[in-house]
């Protein structure tokens, strides 16, 4: 699974200087559904569906080295189609579904401590559904129930 990136040059306004660099492979297999996050330089990819079944992993990309380093797997267990939102540097994610059982906890990603601490779920259970933060307060909207 190609992982690309935009390059986006100083002058947006020209179609000429904005392109496409593919850069590294994931570590792992490809995958459908995850959820992705950026949080300081590294980019984040956590679960998902592939050929085998539904992952648990978490895996880091370092666009400095352009590698992928495995990280502790998702404490939520294996899962397709979560979501979530960055607040303070730590991730957030949770609903999503295990086989056709639609979840609603959540867990939060300490990257430094490379550790998943379950927190409060979500009041509903929710999967496909999309996730961002305004002002440290995380949402979580739209998606299936």
């Known amino acids: 699974m190609g992982v690309f990136i935009a390059t986006l040059l100083p002058s947006m306004i020209s179609a000429q200087t904005d392109s496409w660099t593919q850069r590294s492979d994931l570590g792992g297999p490809g995958r459908l559904y995850p959820f992705s996050c950026a949080i300081w330089t590294k980019g984040y990819v956590i679960g998902g569906r592939n050929s085998s079944g539904d992952s648990q992993d978490t895996w880091e990309y370092d666009q400095t080295s352009n590698t992928w380093s495995l990280k502790a797997p998702f404490g939520g267990g294996p899962r397709y189609s979560p979501a979530g939102f960055v607040i303070n540097d730590i991730a957030y994610v949770g609903g999503g579904q295990t086989g056709t ?4 906890d959540f867990w939060s990603f300490d990257p430094v401590a490379n ?10 259970n929710r999967y496909d559904a999309t996730g961002f933060a305004i002002n440290g307060k995380g949402y979580i909207c739209c998606g299936s129930i």
């Open 115 to 124: 550790s998943w601490q379950q927190v409060a779920s979500c009041p509903v």
């Open 101 to 104: 059982t639609v979840k609603s």
